[in-house]
């Protein structure tokens, strides 16, 4: 019986699901906090690391094992609910992005290296995003890359509801 993940943009909230039946798996249920919003399909946080290493062949955290990228992640959630949603401190965005860039080591390709420097000078984080918008689609940074304009833009990663939700109880009849 699968999980699925599902993300509300509008409360800026991850559920997960249990699916009893795979005839589920392309239907979104309803939000559980308000039926009106919409939810995304998302492919679970744990999936994400373990076929990272399988399909991406440029992946720039290849070679890290699951233990460090936990770690990783948890002290990046950390340093992001700590920011202020409303108007993110560029130093405190710069600061966030050196853990990644460290992490990647020599992987790092040089505009985001040139990025995150910026960032912690102080630079405004939409004129950078506006600057480096245009980065290689595709290339080995472009994944992370879209990650980090999403940081950009959202300033905190989604919140968790803890509650387990059975799937059959919340599609829309």
């Known amino acids: 019986m699968p999980i699925y993940e599902f993300y509300c943009q509008e409360n800026n909230t991850?559920?997960?699901?249990?699916?009893?039946?795979?005839?589920?798996?392309?239907?979104?249920?309803?939000?559980?906090?308000?039926?009106?919003?919409?939810?995304?399909?998302?492919?679970?946080?744990?999936?994400?690391i373990g076929r990272a290493k399988e399909e991406i062949a440029n992946d720039p955290f290849a070679g890290i094992d699951d233990?460090?990228?936990e770690s990783l992640m948890a002290d990046m959630e950390g340093d992001m609910s700590a920011m202020d949603t409303d108007n993110p401190d560029p130093r405190q965005l710069g600061h966030f992005m050196r853990k990644m860039t460290d992490m990647m080591g020599d992987k790092t390709p040089p505009e985001l290296r040139e990025m995150v420097r910026r960032l912690e000078s102080g630079e405004d984080p939409e004129k950078l995003e506006s600057e480096f918008g245009g980065m290689e689609e595709g290339g080995e940074a472009d994944a992370l890359?879209?990650?980090v304009k999403k940081i950009m833009r959202v300033g905190r990663p989604p919140v968790r509801d803890p509650k387990l939700y059975e799937m059959r109880d919340w599609l829309g009849q």
């Open 14 to 48: 991850l559920y997960q699901f249990l699916a009893r039946s795979l005839a589920y798996r392309d239907r979104v249920p309803t939000c559980p906090d308000n039926a009106a919003f919409k939810l995304e399909k998302r492919v679970s946080q744990f999936a994400v």
């Open 67 to 69: 233990a460090q990228m």
């Open 145 to 147: 890359f879209s990650q």
